[in-house]
């Protein structure tokens, strides 16, 4: 909270944002490493970090990055942008990492300064993201603040505004997980985290950014295919992202009039630091033992396009929706 206090009063005392590096391009001309294979199930460590209140992709045993075809071995080389999201303002909460840190780093390369929000405790994390973002040639403000906080949120948002001036984009993408068997052992405690930050934290956001957003913006939440596939050891998780999908829908009705855009995204399962800091060794073997239809986990970074698309033009006609980018699985909705 001190963080974001900080950078909010060195804006508002009139400090000139940071321009774009001279002479940066949008992505290298020629992709750097990365041998276009996929890890199968085998090719993934059983490793853990439960013990911990959030996950950090920096001490993951084998991280996203150096894996996939988007990303290759110096960070989404591989990614074609094409100035999607040029002069777009934009903000991506749970941007240190992951999925976030996808949406986030594409966006930068497609041309979008982003504001990412995140856990003090996710700070390594959020530094990187930033680099990445500014070796794109964008602008990044790194904005700490745990999203069940009513009025951090708003202070997020009123940051971004008085930098920025407006909001072109919201990817509503921080949530958090727990993976227990048995509802009998989900406590008030963990219960209370999983809604407060999943749904609470959207709708704080949400709510304080809509009244920035111009004609055009888009919103875009990261919704889950555990909505429509219910596992029996995210029950609290699964009702979240189940309201999420609703108020998606919802939303989208009340604001397309305001030619306010909303849609979700519904990842199925993705290497991420959201995965071991919910599960044990035990139930991490499992989940990499049981992959998408398509044989293997997914990637982070085959998950950004889809924000890319929703935020962008070439998603004008699209509202309401849920964009499955899941490996395959056959969901209902």
Request: with cysteine; glycine share 10%.
């Amino acid at each position: 909270m001190d963080k974001i206090k900080s950078v909010a009063e060195q804006i508002t005392g009139g400090k000139a944002p940071v321009e774009p590096v001279e002479g940066q391009s949008a992505a290298p001309s020629e992709p750097k490493g990365g041998k276009g294979e996929f890890p199968k199930p085998g090719a993934f460590p059983v490793e853990s970090q439960v013990d911990r209140p959030v996950g950090i992709q920096e001490d993951m045993e084998k991280k996203p990055e150096p894996a996939t075809v988007q990303e290759g071995e110096d960070g989404f080389d591989h990614y074609k942008p094409a100035g999607k999201l040029l002069g777009k303002k934009t903000i991506v909460t749970g941007g240190d990492s992951g999925i976030g840190r996808a949406a986030a780093v594409m966006f930068a390369m497609e041309g979008a300064d982003v504001a990412v929000v995140y856990l003090p405790e996710e700070q390594v994390d959020a530094d990187k993201t930033k680099k990445l973002i500014e070796a794109a040639g964008r602008q990044c403000l790194l904005l700490p603040q745990d999203i069940r906080d009513e009025e951090g949120c708003k202070r997020v948002i009123s940051t971004v505004v008085t930098q920025w001036g407006q909001i072109d984009v919201l990817v509503n993408n921080a949530s958090v997980m727990y993976s227990v068997p048995d509802i009998t052992d989900i406590s008030t405690e963990q219960f209370d985290r999983t809604i407060k930050t999943n749904i609470y934290g959207t709708f704080f956001l949400t709510r304080a950014a809509v009244p920035h957003i111009p004609k055009g913006g888009s919103i875009i939440v990261t919704a889950s295919q555990v909505a429509y596939a219910g596992p029996p050891m995210l029950v609290d998780y699964t009702m979240t992202k189940a309201a999420l999908v609703g108020l998606v829908r919802s939303l989208s009705n009340q604001l397309l009039p305001k030619g306010i855009r909303v849609n979700a995204v519904c990842p199925g399962p993705v290497w991420t630091p959201l995965q071991p800091a919910a599960m044990d060794a035990s139930q991490m073997k499992e989940w990499h033992n049981s992959p998408a239809p398509i044989g293997r986990i997914g990637q982070p970074s085959e998950l950004g396009p889809a924000y890319v698309f929703l935020a962008s033009q070439d998603g004008s006609f699209i509202s309401g929706q849920s964009i499955h980018v899941n490996g395959g699985a056959i969901v209902n909705g």
